[in-house]
């Protein structure tokens, strides 16, 4: 990935829409904004939100414990 031509400021995440992804419980809303090929979220979580879902870089994410869980530390506990 490039990541070059960014240019320097600051963002207001308010003023940025949110969009929700709803979770095995709760909802998360994710505010993006796209620079070239990065992509740059702020996200919220409803109380007791878990995801539903592995995301493609290897994470499951959940804010019930506050962590992205890497799949190989996932896949080594269950063997």
């Keep these: 990935m490039q990541m070059s031509g960014i240019p320097f400021g600051t963002t207001d995440w308010a003023k940025i829409e ?3 992804h709803p979770g095995e419980t709760g ?3 994710w ?3 796209r620079f070239g090929d990065l992509r740059v979220r702020m996200v ?3 109380p007791g939100y878990l995801a ?3 995301c493609v870089k290897a994470t ?3 804010a019930s414990k506050a962590s ?3 799949n190989w530390k996932t896949a080594a506990a269950s063997s």
């Design 18 to 20: 949110a969009t929700e």
């Design 27 to 29: 909802t998360a809303f």
């Design 31 to 33: 505010r993006t904004q």
């Design 44 to 46: 919220e979580y409803t």
């Design 52 to 54: 539903d879902h592995w």
């Design 60 to 62: 499951s994410c959940s």
């Design 68 to 70: 992205c869980i890497p």
